[in-house]
């Protein structure tokens, strides 16, 4: 049983450029969710998706935006990027009515310069 | 605005000693309460959760109490070991929620 995998494991941005991120999800796992986690601070929920279509989202501009595919791997963009972007980005992947909660990736360090 | 309260910011035990570390919230309708533990460069990873059904739950080394009256749950390592040494989280979920609400962090530091 493979965990959750994110990609790329660290980058870094210009202002205003654009950025995806990328994420398998556990396997077995439909449902896929993403956090923006800032230095010295705990996750904040960023969107969730479920069968491909968004399922939730927190508060965030449309200028983050995400997928999911068949395979249930799910990709974050966000457009013009701000230097308050710059954070560790979680993926976390689960599968609902199992009660067995979230499992995260290791996430990817977005730097914004 | 942060639904979970946690404290302390940090905390430094000593070797066998016990860590504590309070969380607090005001949405009734969370009915999950789970820990994570965060090692640097790494996501979080489950460490313990409850249901507001039970009072107490205990893993090993690592108890959570919930108190739900108060709206407060506490995680007690107990035999802290350096290898504990890390970023604690609470959370919470409702029932038909879609998302964890995190606390802001303990970041917890054994001496051996």
């Known amino acids: 049983e493979t965990g959750v995998t994110q990609s790329p494991t660290h980058l870094i941005k210009t202002r205003g450029q654009q950025v995806t991120l990328r994420c398998s999800s556990q396997?077995?796992?439909?449902?896929v969710s993403w956090y923006q986690q800032a230095l010295g601070q705990g996750p904040q929920f960023i969107f969730q998706y479920y069968r491909e279509e968004e399922n939730g989202r927190g508060n965030f501009p449309p200028r983050f935006s995400g997928l999911q595919f068949p395979n249930y791997s799910s990709e974050l963009n966000v457009n013009a990027l701000e230097l308050d972007d710059s954070a560790l980005y979680l993926c976390a992947s689960s599968q609902p009515g199992t009660g067995l909660g979230y499992t995260f990736g290791s996430g990817t360090r977005l730097t914004v310069v | 605005q942060q639904q979970v309260k946690q404290s302390p910011q940090s905390l430094i035990v000593q070797k066998g000693g016990i860590s504590i570390i309070n969380c607090a919230y005001e949405n009734t309708a969370f009915d999950y309460f789970p820990w994570y533990q965060q090692f640097p460069g790494k996501g979080p990873a489950l460490l313990i959760a409850?249901?507001?059904?039970?009072s107490e739950k205990k893993e090993g080394r690592f108890t959570i109490s919930f108190n739900k009256s108060a709206k407060q749950f506490s995680l007690h390592i107990m035999d802290s070991q350096p290898g504990d040494s890390a970023t604690y989280f609470c959370?919470?979920?409702?029932?038909?929620?879609?998302?964890?609400?995190f606390g802001a962090g303990t970041t917890v530091t054994v001496r051996a």
């Open positions: 396997s077995g796992h439909n449902t």
């Open positions: 959370a919470a979920e409702g029932f038909d929620d879609y998302k964890l609400s």
């Open positions: 409850i249901r507001p059904d039970v």
